[in-house]
């Protein structure tokens, strides 16, 4: 059985030696552990302290990639390389080691494909009360959107089977943290999590700028994956709620017509109104048919996709 602990890294040269000197080097069941950077177009000396602490393999880039594109090209390195599991971690040392034989124990049990780290948020220090209350609210929603019962969706510390990293597809540049939860809901993924610990803050976190700016880009990222994933439900929500408020409209329009002598006089407007939502309602709806076959057609291409990665990762593993 063979563990690659993989690490996306930008700039990580103060943090990295810390982090990697956190991770264990040995697991019962199993028999290989691994390390793997993704150094995503660092300039300063990260590959040199990867290097110079250990670190069997590096992924690089020329130029910085964002967050989400190193993880995937992490987990393709990775499969290349033959791992059995992948754990994903920060270069910041915020997840602590220690905590890697609980995240990968419900994989080795066979009890789940993916395992997310719970981060013990409300004892979190160096996170404020807003930041808290939008975490949890963001799992609130990835929660449903996904049909899982993660607590945690932002969390970075995770484990995949080899099974779940063969399907992983993400298409979103800001992270992978929520894309991957909603996906593996839609692919019937075994997926659970553990209570971890998190380490002191070394350093900020440099995925957002402000708070503002974390809230809109996983707003988006959320809505994005929901389209993606769950078109047919997202499409026709919208397109109920437009049709249903035309037809009130109409039936508004209706009561006056008919019960209130010259009542439709000066209501032209509002039964105009009416048609316009009802016919926006029924286009949506449409779309949401459309949406749902291409959704289709994406399955048959990820599936194309995986096939390709297990033949590609058992000839190179």
Known sequence: MKLIIQIPCYNEEQ????????????????????????????M????????????????????NR?????????????????????????????????DIPTLVRPILDGQADMVI????????????????KLQKLGSSVVRLASGTDI??????????????????????????TLETIIQAGRNKIAITSVPIHTNP???????FGSMFGYVKKSSITIIRAFMMYRPLQFF???????????????????????????GGNGHIQSLILASVLMMLGFQTFIVGLQADIIAANRKLLEDVQRRIREMTSEQKA
Request: glycine fraction near 8%; hydrophobic fraction near 40%; include cysteine.
């Open 117 to 132: 780290g719970e981060r013990p948020i409300s004892e979190t220090a160096h996170f404020s009360p807003l930041k808290k």
């Open 15 to 42: 943090t990295l030696k810390a982090t990697l000197d956190d991770l264990p080097r040995s697991i019962e069941g199993i028999d290989i552990i691994e390390t793997l950077i993704i150094n995503d177009g660092s």
């Open 236 to 262: 026709c929500s919208i397109g109920a709620i437009l049709f249903f408020a035309g037809f009130a409209l109409g039936i508004r329009f209706l009561v006056y017509f008919f019960a209130v002598p010259g």
């Open 66 to 98: 964002g967050l989400a594109r190193g993880f995937m090209a992490g987990i393709d390195a990775c499969l290349r390389l033959g791992a059995d599991i992948i754990v994903n971690t920060d270069a910041d040392n915020q997840y602590s080691g220690a």
């Open 201 to 207: 803050e070394l350093r900020k976190s440099r995925l």
């Open 44 to 63: 300063d000396r990260t590959v040199e302290v990867a290097k110079e602490n250990g670190v069997d393999h590096v992924v690089s880039f020329r130029r």
């Open 151 to 176: 607590p945690d969706a932002p969390s970075g510390f995770r484990a995949y089977s080899r099974n779940a990293a063969l399907q992983l597809n993400v298409v979103n540049e800001y992270t992978y």
